[in-house]
Structures are given as structure tokens and as C-alpha cells.
């Protein structure tokens, strides 16, 4: 059970804002709240507070009970347990959005009795309490970091507890066949018959299938919650910054005539198609001038390497050289996904006289001519990168692993499926078939948090903000 000791935070970010919010939960947030809430008159508001009913607000002045001090004009909104967030009382005190109303307030709070949360405390009381499972406490945080349409709406299916009931289910089926396989260990009279253990076999394929496509979905899920990371590579001189800066519509990055300009990998997200990509704009690939170039093009290699797409950019009004041939060789020995972005296109009239001949691109690389100058070409090239990711049919569906703790568990769970699908093949005892089967019913209890320790719980909910 959660504890029912009273804990507060600020919940809304720092900084001015409108408003601001001090939250409380726990057995004592009315009663906390109430002894420093009054009327604008100096009245105490006490039993207005205790009194009123469950997700109603109260109008106030939060003040010192002690030297009468107002502290800040105040809406109280009041919610009784069990049907909160957290399943205890709450209250939520909105303060004008300054730093010092807030911490005032926050104060008094504490000096009547609460406890500053941890990060996440909230929503792990709402685990512990049960109303949401683990993967619905994980999709919160994702909900705040969501970056664009489709990964909100995936952490929103998840919050709502897609994912959960989909684990749920083989949870279910498996538990169900791990109960019969241990009902034979316990009364050896029910052996099982040839045709059952043919459905023990046909149900666990089965289980091992759907979990796969959950496993699968993971590549496309994480994509969507991490953005899609975009390297612009090529050599010195061909546009890089300046394709950085048409994708933006704004002008990021330096732009030069001057061969080395960039130095430092720059990376910032836009929005395509309802995806995030992270795009980042790299110094020319070359053999380098000077010792900050050398690390410059390091740097450029590195985002090649974490990259998920790689746009190779070329001056299609050059003949392509021994450098851009370098650049193309380095992307296809790392066997990255590419587009080859043929720049300066308002520099050649029609593909005719583009200087880049199609005998130096590998097979395969989908080809955009574009003049980031004049923004030519620039709306094909952001159609083919998200045609690049289209998501596949029918994929787990539209439910998304975009958790690796989700994944990892998974594949645990099917590995230890398929020794016992081999366990059963060779005949060998129930005892141990109903060994591994127990095993994977642990793996999928521990993503939705029905199998847990502490030592997991306070990793996942360390990563929220103190407040949430
Ligand atoms: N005509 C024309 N010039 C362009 C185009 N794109 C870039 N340029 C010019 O090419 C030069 C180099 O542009 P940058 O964007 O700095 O090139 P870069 O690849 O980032 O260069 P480094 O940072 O040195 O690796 C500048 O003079 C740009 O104005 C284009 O589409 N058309
Ligand atoms: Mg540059």
C-alpha cells in the first residue's frame, strides 16, 4: 500500500506562468491545507475547506497562521479520495505563477505538516493504490515528453492501458497452460494426452508470436518517442547549414562560402508529418585542416553513427571529387538508411546538367534534387524522409513498445517460451517445463508491475519531475 503520509511539490515548472500549482496528497491535505487558507478579510476558511465537497474550488487568500501575513490570492481545488490521482485526498492550491508565491506557499505547507515529494511520488501512489499499472505510470512521463502528434498519441494508448491489457491477456492464456502443466506434476493420475499437449504446444506458439510483435514494434516506437535522429553529412561547401536552416525556415546554422564552416555537430527538432526528427547539421567530412576541424569531423562521424537516417549531401553543380566519394563510402560501410540530397539545384537546369552523375550512387538511395537556397525540392525531400518511416500494417495494432524495459522483457519472456515449447518436444517432465513457464509469466508480470521490487520502482520513477 502507499503511504498515507502528506506530501507536496510544485507541479507546475519554474519560472512565471499564470498560474502555479502546490500540490498535496495524503491523509492529511485538507486538514494541512485548511490551516492556512482564509478569506480575503483575514477570516479562517477552515471549516468552508473540510466541508466542501469532492472536485469543487474555493476561492482564498493563503496567509500565515501564525503572524496573519497574506502570502497569495488562491483558488483551492479540493479532491477526496478514492477517485483522485494519487487514490488519496489531493488538494491542488493555484497561486499566481510567480517563484515566490509558490515557495511561500510551499513553506507553509511543510511547516504544517507535509513532506516534500520525491520525483514521481504522485504517480507511484497511483500504482501503489492500483488504480493504473506500470506501463500506464511509465506512458505520464511520456505523455510530458512527447514531441509530436504520433508520439503523443502512442503514450496516450499506452496511459490508457492498451499495453497493459494486451500483456494482460497473454498473461492470462499463459498462466492458464502453466496451471495445467503444474496440475499434472501435482496429480500424475491426469497425465497429459498427446492431443492436449499438441494445444499446450499450438497455445504457447501462439503467445510466442504476439509477444514478437509487441517485441517488433519497439523500433518504430522508439523512433517516435526519441524523434528520428538525422544526421546531414558530405563534404565541405555543399549545403549542409543551409539544408538545416530550409528544413527550420529559420537560419540556425552559420552559412559561408568558406570551406569548414561548421564546426560543432548542431541539432534541433522539427516537426514532419507528425513525427519529431532530431536533425543534425555536421562539419564537412574532409581531410582536416587544423586540430578543431579534426575533432569537428569526428564529431560529424559520431552523429553518423547514432544516427537513423543519414541525409548525404552533394553540390550537384560540381563534378562529384574523391571527397564526396569518401563521404559515400564511410555511409555505406555503416549500412545506414539514406537519402542522397542532390543541393543547388537552381545552379543546374533539369537533372540534364546536374554534374553528379548516377554511376557514383550506390544502388538503392532514393535521390532528391533540392536548392536550399531558394527552398526548391525542399517539401519532396521532407516527403521522402517520412516515407522512409512509414509505419508497417497491421504492426501490434497501432500499439507501440517505446520502452527498452518493455522490450527486454519480452524477449526474455519469449526466450523462456521457447525452451519450454523444446522442453515439451523432448518430453522432458513437467517440473521443468513448468519452470520456464513460470519464468515468462514473471517477465510479463514485471512490465506491468505486477511482478515488481523497490529497486525497480525507484529507477522508473526517478526519472519524473518532482511534482508529477
Ligand atoms: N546557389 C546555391 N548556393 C548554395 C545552396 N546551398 C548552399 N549554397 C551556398 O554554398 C555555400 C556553402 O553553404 P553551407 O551551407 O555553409 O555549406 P556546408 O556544407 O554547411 O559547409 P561546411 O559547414 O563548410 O561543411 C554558401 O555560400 C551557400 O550560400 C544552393 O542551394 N544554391
Ligand atoms: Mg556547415
Known amino acids: 500500500m502507499p503511504g498515507n503520509d502528506t506530501i507536496a511539490a510544485?507541479?507546475?515548472?519554474?519560472?512565471?506562468?499564470?498560474?502555479?500549482?502546490?500540490?498535496?496528497?495524503?491523509?492529511?491535505a485538507l486538514s494541512i491545507t485548511s490551516r492556512i487558507f482564509f478569506s480575503p478579510a483575514g477570516r479562517k476558511k477552515e471549516k468552508d475547506l473540510l466541508a466542501v465537497k469532492s472536485r469543487r474550488m474555493l476561492y482564498g487568500f493563503i496567509t500565515d497562521p501564525d503572524t496573519g501575513?497574506?502570502?497569495d490570492e488562491v483558488l483551492v481545488s479540493v479532491m477526496r479520495a478514492p477517485n483522485?490521482?494519487?487514490?488519496?485526498?489531493?488538494?491542488?492550491?493555484?497561486?499566481?505563477?510567480?517563484?515566490?508565491?509558490?515557495?511561500?506557499t510551499m513553506e507553509l505547507v511543510l511547516r504544517e505538516g507535509a513532506r516534500l515529494a520525491l520525483p514521481g511520488e504522485f504517480t507511484k501512489r497511483a500504482?501503489?493504490?492500483?488504480?493504473?499499472?506500470?506501463?500506464?505510470?511509465?506512458?505520464?512521463?511520456?505523455?510530458?515528453?512527447?514531441?509530436?502528434?504520433a508520439a503523443s498519441?502512442?503514450?496516450?494508448?499506452?496511459?490508457?492501458?492498451?499495453?497493459?491489457?494486451?500483456?494482460?491477456?497473454?498473461t492470462g492464456r499463459l498462466a492458464r497452460i502453466c496451471a495445467h502443466v503444474e496440475a499434472s506434476?501435482?496429480?500424475?493420475?491426469?497425465?497429459?494426452?498427446?492431443?492436449?499437449?499438441?494445444?499446450?504446444?499450438?497455445?504457447?506458439?501462439?503467445?510466442?508470436?504476439?509477444?514478437?510483435?509487441?517485441?517488433?514494434?519497439?523500433?518504430?516506437?522508439?523512433?517516435?518517442?526519441?524523434?528520428?535522429?538525422?544526421?546531414?553529412?558530405?563534404?565541405?561547401?555543399?549545403?549542409?547549414?543551409?539544408?538545416l536552416n530550409a528544413l527550420l525556415s529559420r537560419e540556425r546554422a552559420i552559412v559561408t562560402d568558406i570551406p569548414g564552416t561548421t564546426?560543432?555537430?548542431?541539432?534541433?527538432?522539427?516537426?514532419?508529418?507528425?513525427?519529431?526528427?532530431?536533425?543534425?547539421?555536421?562539419?564537412?567530412?574532409?581531410?582536416?585542416?587544423?586540430?578543431?576541424?579534426?575533432?569537428?569531423?569526428?564529431?560529424s562521424l559520431a552523429a553518423m553513427e547514432e544516427a537513423d537516417l543519414v541525409l548525404c549531401v552533394l553540390d550537384g553543380s560540381s563534378e562529384p571529387n574523391k571527397e564526396d566519394l569518401g563521404v559515400i563510402q564511410r555511409i555505406k560501410e555503416r549500412g545506414k538508411k539514406v537519402i542522397l540530397v542532390i543541393n543547388k539545384k537552381d545552379l543546374f537546369q533539369g537533372k540534364n546538367n546536374c554534374k553528379m552523375s548516377s554511376?557514383?550512387?550506390?544502388?538503392?538511395?532514393?535521390?532528391?534534387?533540392?536548392?536550399?537556397?531558394?527552398?526548391?525540392?525542399?517539401?519532396?525531400?521532407?516527403?521522402?524522409?517520412?516515407?522512409?518511416?512509414?509505419?508497417?500494417?497491421?504492426?501490434?495494432?497501432?500499439?507501440?513498445?517505446?520502452?527498452?524495459?518493455?522490450?527486454?522483457?519480452?524477449?526474455?519472456?519469449?526466450r523462456e517460451l521457447g525452451r519450454a515449447l523444446e522442453a515439451i518436444g523432448s518430453g522432458l517432465p513437467g517440473e521443468i517445463i513448468s519452470l520456464e513457464l513460470s519464468e515468462a509469466l514473471r517477465q510479463l508480470g514485471s512490465i506491468t508491475g505486477e511482478v515488481s521490487n523497490d529497486d525497480i520502482l525507484d529507477i522508473i520513477f526517478s526519472e519524473f519531475c518532482i511534482g508529477k
Open 10 to 28: 510544485i507541479s507546475t515548472p519554474p519560472g512565471e506562468g499564470g498560474i502555479g500549482i502546490v500540490r498535496l496528497s495524503g491523509a492529511g
Open 69 to 71: 501575513r497574506q502570502v
Open 84 to 104: 483522485t490521482y494519487t487514490c488519496q485526498d489531493m488538494v491542488e492550491i493555484n497561486c499566481h505563477g510567480g517563484a515566490n508565491p509558490l515557495a511561500q
Open 127 to 149: 500504482f501503489l493504490g492500483g488504480r493504473i499499472d506500470l506501463t500506464q505510470a511509465e506512458a505520464v512521463l511520456s505523455v510530458i515528453r512527447a514531441r509530436s502528434d
Open 153 to 170: 498519441q502512442a503514450a496516450l494508448a499506452q496511459l490508457k492501458g492498451g499495453l497493459g491489457a494486451r500483456i494482460k491477456k497473454e
Open 185 to 243: 506434476i501435482d496429480f500424475p493420475e491426469e497425465e497429459i494426452e498427446p492431443d492436449e499437449i499438441a494445444g499446450i504446444t499450438r497455445g504457447l506458439e501462439e503467445i510466442v508470436r504476439n509477444l514478437g510483435t509487441l517485441s517488433d514494434s519497439y523500433e518504430e516506437g522508439k523512433l517516435l518517442a526519441d524523434g528520428i535522429k538525422t544526421a546531414i553529412l558530405g563534404k565541405p561547401n555543399v549545403g549542409k547549414s543551409s539544408l
Open 263 to 299: 564546426r560543432d555537430v548542431i541539432s534541433e527538432y522539427i516537426n514532419l508529418g507528425g513525427h519529431a526528427l532530431r536533425i543534425m547539421d555536421t562539419a564537412g567530412i574532409r581531410e582536416a585542416m587544423d586540430r578543431p576541424e579534426a575533432e569537428g569531423i569526428k564529431r
Open 359 to 414: 554511376a557514383v550512387f550506390p544502388a538503392g538511395w532514393p535521390e532528391v534534387c533540392v536548392s536550399a537556397k531558394t527552398g526548391e525540392g525542399i517539401e519532396e525531400l521532407k516527403g521522402a524522409i517520412t516515407g522512409a518511416f512509414k509505419p508497417r500494417d497491421g504492426a501490434a495494432e497501432g500499439l507501440l513498445v517505446t520502452s527498452l524495459r518493455h522490450k527486454t522483457a519480452l524477449d526474455q519472456a519469449r
